[in-house]
């Protein structure tokens, strides 16, 4: 099933608004934690459900900016997937320095929403590595076919020249 652009880009509007409308019901969160995946490893998304909703949708909203964008670009699969892991791995840098040092830049629901997203976007990364490999592999093979077999009056020439 594919899904056409703008309906993709509504979805991501609609789950940025959603998370919106939720965190403004929730006060912010007060914690302080060791790293972003202390949220989940310390098992206070059970303690704030509500805020792990919150921060799973906008989680969800940021790891499909990407895939929204790359879906202009046919081909350059070797380009989507640098371009994911280096977002991917600016994000999880931007989070842990975030939650760590305990500035307050940005709210920690987005700090723990980036870690989400950065580590979803590794899923990407690897699809498009594999679809770029696959794609070198069969130009590889097609390009075996591409040699012009010589006819019997070509050779006949060729040993005549030579």
Not at 6 to 24: D, R, S
Not at 63 to 84: M, R, V
Not at 140 to 155: A, H, R
Request: with cysteine.
């Amino acid at each position: 099933m594919k899904i056409s652009k703008e309906i993709l880009f509504v979805i991501i509007c609609g789950l940025f608004l959603l998370a919106y409308v939720l965190e403004a019901v929730v006060n912010p969160l007060k914690i302080k934690l060791p790293s972003p995946y202390g949220f989940i490893a310390d098992g206070y998304y059970l303690k704030y459900p509500f805020t792990a909703v919150v921060v799973g949708i906008r989680g969800l909203a940021i790891f499909l900016i990407p895939l929204f964008l790359y879906s202009f670009f046919s081909g350059a699969y070797y380009i989507k997937a640098t371009i994911s892991l280096v977002l991917a791995g600016l994000m999880q840098l931007y989070s842990l320095q975030e939650v760590a040092t305990g500035t307050t830049i940005t709210p920690l629901e987005w700090s723990l929403s980036l870690s989400i997203a950065g580590i979803a976007i590794l899923l990407p990364t690897i699809y498009y590595f594999c679809l770029g490999l696959l794609q070198n592999m069969k130009n590889w093979i097609n390009s075996w076919g591409d040699d012009p077999v010589e006819t019997e009056e070509e050779k006949d020439k060729s040993t005549k020249n030579a």
